[in-house]
């Protein structure tokens, strides 16, 4: 180039671009507050997917697990009647003789009230693999079942359309005696026990 544009000497200017470091302070703090942001809704979306439970901590920075509510249990020893209330009828259903005697005999000992004594009805006679079946009335079900069945375990139950109180006891092919009498008892004072409540989880 010539006139007053004309470049002299061995040294030529550099052309730089001006730093960006303004730009690159800003790209940098836009990030962090996206960051921010992004985080602060992923809290927010688990705190609504769990529930929005808030945990509280002791002094110890350890969480205080507050006890469940207890639920209020049903009275059961209202709701089951003694053995003295109820009347067992005992049936062999075994090719066994006997049987029916002996199994009532006990049952009297141990407070039931005894009814109806010898070999089952056709119906059942030889046809019940397990070790019993308690039959009664659609009432039974509500607790004389149960009182009941703490004498021999493993005893099988079935309503039919009596309208009376008493159950039937038709002894099965896998019957050999009833239960001992001191884990018949702990059965059944366990029926009279509410189930206690299960504790609550952090």
């Known amino acids: 180039m010539g006139g007053k544009y004309r470049i002299t000497g061995d040294v030529y200017p550099r052309m730089r671009r001006p730093r960006r470091r303004r730009r690159i302070v800003l790209g940098a703090a836009a990030a962090v507050l996206v960051l921010g942001a992004a985080g602060w809704g992923t809290a927010q979306l688990i705190d609504v997917f769990s529930g929005g439970e808030e945990k509280t901590t002791t002094a110890a920075g350890r969480p205080d697990c507050k006890p469940a509510p207890k639920a209020t249990a049903e009275p059961a020893a209202a709701t089951l009647p003694k053995p003295a209330q109820i009347t067992v009828n ?26 109806k004594v010898g070999n089952a009805p056709a119906a059942y006679d030889k046809k019940i693999p ?17 009182v009941v069945g703490t ?13 009376t109180a008493d159950v039937d006891l038709i002894i099965g092919t896998a019957f050999k005696t009833l239960d001992p009498k001191a884990a018949a008892d702990a059965a059944l004072v366990a029926l009279t026990k509410p189930k206690p409540p299960v504790p609550g989880r952090c």
């Open 90 to 115: 005992v049936y062999n259903a075994t090719p066994r003789s006997g049987l029916a005697k002996a199994t009532a005999d006990e049952l009297k000992k141990r407070g039931f009230v005894i009814g």
């Open 130 to 146: 397990g070790t019993g079946l308690l039959l009664g009335s659609p009432d039974a079900t509500k607790g004389t079942f149960s």
């Open 151 to 163: 004498q021999l375990k493993g005893a099988t139950t079935k309503v039919d359309a009596r309208t």
